[in-house]
């Protein structure tokens, strides 16, 4: 049996509520510490887990990171359009950072262990065990370990005088925060199932999106939204504000087959409202200020950035140059996007910057700066080698 203190990531669920009798009564802990890291869950979610924490806990933290996991997890997203297979990694962003709040706890309460709700089947238990791990501390994760069974917890719950609050008929799993909408479990494992309106909360249905379409204008300073319809705002106000206007124009809802780090596929629902606009208001303003070059390399190293970012390998060696990489480029990634939003999709209208690598004077059909007679000069030596070996084989 183990002994001491052990503090517990805690997010008032079902699974990490019960984690707390079990880390007692069957690992034999004599003290538990719970952590709540607040990154944009519903006031009500933290709230929950603050009154159970402080009820069934001997110690209770709730942090909020939601500041802190804008500036550091999803500005640096932006800049490197960070996507895993179209989904903008709300909860992978935000796991590295809700750990790295909870190995402060473990540090200043000297707990000798850190504990998770993981199950063994999910991204989760291995984003946060990477952190913990990473800081030196043996992991304890029940739901893993003791092969557990929803219908077993409940029981277990009810033994415990744990309030469950698990509905019925809505028995999906949710995971919230400022920037995505988690929905999976229940039927939603079935990938043909075709999903209930009632699942998303962030969205209309873009059936009953308004029929005008909402102009907005995006403002970005090295990468990162700065001002919303000529507005400066915090990043975190942004993209509230920016959930609420998308969402009621019906962009942002993604229903995907995802490939797990372990490889099992799984069906995911989505709803990513802000993500989904400044995504391609992002990465359109790139199209205007960054050379060719730039662009084509960037697409690798934003797909391996959005690859590492998914599994939550946030100190590999490789992350960090891959930023370094992105961080030289958004220092010209300055200027304004329109966006048209309308009935579920979105549209950029135009763009601008005054680090524009563009001329309309060179590029315009009107204009004569370009001597056009240079271009045969050009020509002559365009495919140059193919030509030459397409002759060869003539002979
Ligand atoms: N598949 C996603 C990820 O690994 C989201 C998991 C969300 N969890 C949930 N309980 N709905 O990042």
Same mark, same amino acid.
């Given at each position: 049996? =183990?002994?001491g203190k052990v503090v517990l990531a805690f997010s008032g669920g079902l699974d990490t509520s019960i984690c707390i009798p079990l880390l007692r009564e069957h690992y034999g802990f004599d003290e538990i510490v719970t952590v709540a890291v607040?990154? #944009?869950?519903?006031?009500e979610e933290i709230a929950r887990a603050t009154e159970k924490g402080r009820m069934l806990a001997d110690n209770h933290y709730t942090i909020d990171a939601k500041e802190k996991f804008v500036a550091d997890c999803l500005f640096p997203s932006i800049r490197a359009n960070g996507s895993y297979e179209g989904y903008p990694m709300g909860t992978a962003l935000a796991r590295p950072l809700i750990a790295e709040e909870i190995v402060k706890v473990a540090k200043q309460e000297s707990a000798s262990k850190i504990a998770h709700g993981c199950t063994g089947k999910g991204n989760d238990q291995l984003r946060f065990d990477f952190i913990f791990? +990473?800081?030196g501390y043996d992991i304890v994760a029940p739901m893993r370990e003791m092969n557990l069974t929803r219908e077993w917890e409940i029981c277990?719950?009810?033994?415990?005088?744990?309030?469950?609050?698990? +509905?019925?008929?809505?028995?999906?799993?949710?995971? &919230?925060?400022?920037?995505?909408?988690?929905?999976? #479990?229940?039927?939603? &494992?079935?990938?043909?199932?075709?999903?209930?309106?009632?699942?998303?909360?962030?969205? %209309?249905?873009?059936k009953d999106a308004p029929d005008a379409m909402e102009e907005i204008r995006i403002e970005f300073e090295q990468g990162v939204p700065v001002a919303l319809n000529g507005k400066k705002m915090s990043g975190l106000a942004l993209i509230r504000e920016l959930n609420r206007i998308a969402g009621r124009n019906g962009v942002g809802r993604n229903d995907m087959?995802?490939?797990?780090?372990? #490889?099992?596929?799984?069906? =995911?629902i989505y709803e990513h409202p802000a993500a989904t606009v400044l995504l391609a208001a992002h990465s359109d303003l790139e199209r205007l200020v960054l050379t060719r070059s730039e662009l084509a390399f960037k697409r690798i190293v934003d797909d391996k950035w959005s690859e590492l $970012?998914?599994? #939550?390998? %946030?100190?590999?060696?490789?992350?960090? $140059?891959?930023?370094?990489?992105?961080?030289?480029t958004q220092e010209r990634a300055n200027g304004t996007v329109d966006v048209g939003l309308y009935k579920g999709s979105v549209k950029v209208l135009g763009r601008s910057s005054d680090s524009a690598l563009y001329s309309d004077d060179l590029v315009s059909f009107d204009s004569t700066t370009l001597d056009q007679n240079h271009a045969v000069g050009f020509s002559n030596y365009f495919g140059l080698q193919a030509r030459l070996l397409k002759n060869l084989k003539k002979c």
């Open positions: 049996m =183990e002994k607040d990154v #944009g869950q519903p006031e791990r +990473a800081a277990y719950a009810q033994d415990h005088d744990i309030p469950v609050t698990v +509905a019925k008929d809505k028995p999906y799993s949710i995971d &919230e925060n400022c920037w995505s909408r988690s929905i999976e #479990g229940g039927k939603l &494992e079935d990938p043909a199932f075709h999903p209930p309106d009632d699942i998303y909360a962030w969205t %209309v249905s873009p087959v995802e490939d797990r780090i372990l #490889g099992l596929k799984a069906r =995911e $970012a998914y599994m #939550g390998l %946030v100190h590999e060696p490789l992350f960090y $140059a891959l930023n370094a990489f992105i961080d030289k």
